[in-house]
């Protein structure tokens, strides 16, 4: 099963993809993990990629692209994916549906994570993971079982990203208006596109999920 995930910054996008990996044995690809690692690698794309996340502007189509491209067909992606953070742009949507066509592949839904903006700067600027294995958490809603101890391998050691601030957030928010709401029509006008409520809490949202994907129509006639 290939699925995009779709909404703005703190949507959930994160959060459900890693659930749905758990849920359908499907790798969940999120474009902003792939840039950090890049960014911590010091390799160029990261050089590139550093200071124009850090302002909450996108980075350029043309690297995004070049990134994903190997990756979709990549052994872990054989029972399906996740894209989580990909496509954020008209150019990228139209390059991914090239991708998909070269490989034989296609979409089986596209869902789009509905949340008001006034709720995203709260939930990101609360957010945190850890530093070990990348689970995630939030100042309120998602704490540690144990104050200060990951639920999932046990570390001490948790981190921030450094664009999680109120600031980068408000820049995040106008780019992901401006640039990437424009690609809903454009899912919406191919079909096999959803919306969820993102303002449940996080079971409900899983839940929604879960209904569409064990309604989804049949692919041609089939
Ligand atoms: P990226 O890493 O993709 O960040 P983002 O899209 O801004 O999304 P987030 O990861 O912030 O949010 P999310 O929707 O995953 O929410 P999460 O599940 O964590 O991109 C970062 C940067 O990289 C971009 O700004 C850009 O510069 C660059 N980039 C990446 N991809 C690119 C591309 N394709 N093209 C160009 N540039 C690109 O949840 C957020 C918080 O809310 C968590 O604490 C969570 O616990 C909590 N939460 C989640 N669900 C709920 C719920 N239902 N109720 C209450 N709290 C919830």
Redesign the pocket.
Known sequence: MNLI?L????????????LLETLYGITQI???????AEVKAGTPIGKQ?QA??A???????E??IAM?RSRLTGPDCAAGFIL??????VP?AEALDQMLDQAGLSLDAVIE?K?DDA??TD??A???SCAQCGA????E??TALVPGVCDVCGSHDFVR?A??NRE??AA?LV??HAQTAPILPYYAAQGRFFQVD?????A??TREIEIVLATLPPRDGK
Request: proline share 7%.
């Open positions: 995930l909404g703005p910054p703190g949507a959930g996008k994160g959060t459900q993809a890693k999120a474009t902003g993990d792939m840039l950090r990629a124009i996340m302002s909450g502007a996108l980075v350029p189509d690297i995004i994903l989580d953070g990909f496509p954020r742009t990228q994570l949340v709720a995203l939930r990101i609360g957010r945190f995630g958490y939030h100042d809603w998602k990203r664009d999680d980068t957030v995040r780019a992901y993102g303002m449940a809490p996080m409900d949202v």
